[in-house]
Structure formats: structure tokens, C-alpha cells
Nanobody, 123 residues
Framework: QLQASGGGLVQPGGSLRLSCAASGFSVDYYAIAWFRRAPGKQREGVSCFSGSDSSTSYIVDSVKGRFTISKDDAKNTVYLQMDSLKPEDTAVYYC?????????????????WGQGTQVTVSS
């Protein structure tokens, strides 16, 4: 299972850290990614981290330099640190994993999804 949390309301320029806690498997070996769905738009991939080769990728150009994906082995959790937030970052954010398929980023498919966490960037 994946449990996403950390969303909320933040002003433009602010920061949030999203957490994706995994249970039933170790994040050490599988790809875990963050996606988002903004109102009226299709879901898009944001960033991916692979425990199998420690590779990371940022799928959406607009978040490069502002968002950072990382992993905490002790907590079996993948984080998305979001800085310099913009109103266009407003969306429901989801995490997903390639488990049980070992994979680098991006995996051929995501097999499990967490529930979404709402991020709203507004003054």
C-alpha cells in the first residue's frame, strides 16, 4: 500500500513536503513516482525515484529546480519537496509504484497507487 500525505494550502513562493509511505514492500527496490492532476487537466507525471538504481527523473520541465524527490529507507517513505510553489502547481498529487516489478525510472507500468493529497497554491 501507499499512503500519500502532506498536502495543504500554501501561498505562492512557499514550500510543502509530500510524503508517500509504503507498506508491504521496501522502497529500496522499486520505482516510486509522483503524479498530479490539476482541475480540468489530465494527470501528469511529476517525478520518479528508483530504489533499484537510485536514479531520479523529473518528468515535468516546469518543476525542475523547484521540486526534489528523495527517499528515507528507515521510514520506507519517498518524499517530494516542493519549493517556490506557483498557482499552476495546484493539483491533487498521487504517488504510485512499479512494485512488484523491479524497475528504474520510468517503469513500464505503475501497479499500485496511493490516494491523492490536495495541494493548493493561492494567495
Amino acid at each position: 500500500q501507499l499512503q500519500a500525505s502532506g498536502g495543504g494550502l500554501v501561498q505562492p513562493g512557499g514550500s510543502l513536503r509530500l510524503s508517500c509511505a509504503a507498506s508491504g514492500f521496501s522502497v529500496d527496490y522499486y520505482a516510486i513516482a509522483w503524479f498530479r492532476r490539476a482541475p480540468g487537466k489530465q494527470r501528469e507525471g511529476v517525478s520518479c525515484f528508483s530504489g533499484s538504481d537510485s536514479s531520479t527523473s523529473y518528468i515535468v520541465d516546469s518543476v525542475k529546480g523547484r521540486f526534489t524527490i528523495s527517499k528515507d529507507d528507515a521510514k520506507n517513505t519517498v518524499y517530494l519537496q516542493m519549493d517556490s510553489l506557483k498557482p499552476e502547481d495546484t493539483a491533487v498529487y498521487y504517488c504510485a509504484t512499479s512494485y512488484p516489478v523491479l524497475s528504474s525510472c520510468p517503469p513500464p507500468t505503475y501497479n499500485y497507487w496511493g490516494q491523492g493529497t490536495q495541494v493548493t497554491v493561492s494567495s
